[in-house]
Every structure is written in C-alpha cells, then in structure tokens.
C-alpha cells in the first residue's frame, strides 16, 4: 500500500459523518436531450408506422408529448415541487424534493445503472418518484458512495407462508 500524499484521491468508503451519505442532485440537459430525442423517435414511429387514421395518430403523438415533458422536466431536470434534489441514505432512503418536503421512501428493486447514468425509483403512497442522475455532471465521490450503497445486498425480507 503506497503513501497518502495530498494529490492521491480520497476513498470513496464509508464514514460515520452522515453529510456523506447524501448527495444533492444536478441537473443534466444531456440526459434530457436523450430523453427528449427519444420521444421525438417514438412519436415519428407512431405518425409513420402505426395502421391507424391520422387524426388518432396525433392524438397519441400529442399524450406522449405531453406527459414526456412533464417526466423529463421533473426527474432530468429537476424542476418543480415533486422533483428529487437531495438523496440522503444515511437511516433509509430521504429524499429532499424541490418544493422543500422531506420524505422516507422505499427504493423500488429495479434501479437501472448504465454506462453514465443511474436510474433509480422510489415508492410512495401518492405514486412514484424516479430520478435519472447524469454521473458527468454528479460530485463524484457522493456519487460513487451512491454506487457503492446500491450494490450492497441487503437482507431479503422473510415471507410467510400461505396455509392454504
């Protein structure tokens, strides 16, 4: 094991300080530019591909429009009162949303970790809160500890059995 000096990174490790067991998020136009693209692809797929009369067509290019924009706006970039800005994983899973609330949720399974991106997904009783977070524009060390939370096994829960 070589020396610490001042210029080697710091370990990205657990410590017992709970400010690093957060991360505030920032917003990423890249990933809302991927997103956005791919609604464009999919409403052209549906004006050109789809066998049914224009007009309906439109109609569906129309919903998909508009409730992409409102998804890309709240988990991209980040705006508006039910959008994530802070993770906190320190005794569970708080999230700090735009609007100032802070809530204890229950990450879903299936989070989404993609060369660059991180998708995750949080259940609540009024819906769902999934946020993508852009790794390039992330601090990285929170990142990194996010990584590292996420890929830690966690005890499965024991189920009951059915007496039927």
């Excluded at 693209?37 to 429009?65: D, E, K, M, Q």
Aim: aromatic residues 6%; proline residues 7%; positive net charge.
């Amino acid at each position: 094991m070589s020396p610490k000096n001042r210029s080697s990174p710091r370990s990205a490790g657990p410590s017992g300080n709970p400010e690093r067991q957060r991360i505030t998020l920032i917003p990423s136009r890249r990933v809302a530019a991927v997103l956005v693209s791919w609604v464009v692809a999919a409403c052209g797929a549906t004006l050109v591909g789809v066998a049914l009369p224009f007009g309906l067509r439109l109609i569906v290019c129309a919903g998909i429009a508009a409730t992409s924009g409102t998804a890309i706006r709240r988990c991209a970039l980040l705006r508006g009162p039910r959008a994530i800005r802070s993770l906190d994983w320190n005794e569970g899973w708080r999230l700090t949303l735009g609007s100032g609330r802070t809530l204890t949720e229950e990450l879903c399974e299936g989070f989404f970790e993609g060369p660059g991106v991180l998708i995750l997904r949080f259940r609540t009783l009024g819906g769902g809160f999934p946020v993508f977070i852009d790794a390039g524009r992330q601090e990285i060390r929170g990142f990194r500890r996010l990584c590292r939370r996420l890929k830690r096994k966690t005890p499965e829960p024991v189920r009951a059995r059915s007496t039927r």
